[in-house]
């Protein structure tokens, strides 16, 4: 049973374009979410974070938006960049719980045509 | 400079062979964990620990083994129990205080069955 899913294995945009990467979670209890960034051989670098009690967070060219009656969020990259090409993992937890860890998607692999 | 080390980077082993993993950290993080990566998999969690001296089981603990005897060390024992172990093996940690805030990874390691 996933609990986080990133329904599309993959997505290609043109360089200078928006990317709009999709998250959706079945678990009622997450309330904090965040996004990770991986290259091939190396381990996930955070991306950008948001809890609950917001709907939207900006870092950047990096928004993430939370849509919590639909159980879905949206990372937003723009412009995107040919370095944004990399593997990206949703990632919810439930903060408040006594043994909190971190519940990954199966992450979508971007690639940023230049 | 503060960070978490995962050693070796590639490791090859024999079938029917243990083998362990080695993860240090040393940004005072109480919590660490053991993830594995596989192709269109995600990341799925192994084992992890809240504290020393205690560890729970994760998602896909079958085959594997770890200890939490220091703070800063949390090695994981591949053993020959494990189906599958070719895979890419990240561990992390994190400040129990802050929760899933300061989640950092290790670079990883890869681990062949030949």
């Known amino acids: 049973d996933q609990q986080v899913k990133q329904n599309s294995p993959s997505l290609s945009v043109q360089e200078g374009r928006i990317s709009i990467l999709n998250c959706d979670y079945t678990n009622s209890m997450f309330d904090y979410f965040l996004w990770y960034k991986k290259y091939p051989a190396e381990g996930p670098t955070f991306l950008i974070s948001i809890s609950s009690i917001k709907d939207k967070n900006e870092d950047g060219r990096f928004t993430v938006f939370l849509n919590k009656s639909a159980k879905h969020l949206s990372l937003h990259i723009v412009p995107s960049q040919p370095g944004d090409s990399a593997v990206y993992f949703c990632a919810a937890s439930a903060i408040s719980g006594a043994n909190s860890k971190l519940t990954f998607g199966k992450g979508i692999t971007l690639s940023v045509r230049p | 400079d503060g960070g978490i080390t995962q050693s070796p980077k590639y490791l090859f082993r024999k079938e029917g062979q243990n083998v362990t993993l080695s993860c240090e950290q040393n940004l005072n993080h109480d919590a660490m964990y053991w993830y594995r990566q596989d192709p269109g998999q995600g990341l799925r969690l192994i084992y992890y620990s809240q504290i020393v001296n205690d560890f729970q089981k994760g998602d896909i603990a079958e085959g594997y083994s770890v200890s939490r005897e220091k703070k800063e060390s949390f090695p994981l024992t591949v053993t020959s129990a494990q189906k599958n172990p070719t895979a890419f093996y990240l561990c992390?940690?994190?400040?129990?205080?802050?929760?899933?805030?300061?989640?950092?990874f290790g670079s990883g390691t890869r681990l062949t069955v030949v």
């Open positions: 992390a940690s994190t400040d129990r205080g802050r929760r899933v805030w300061g989640y950092t």
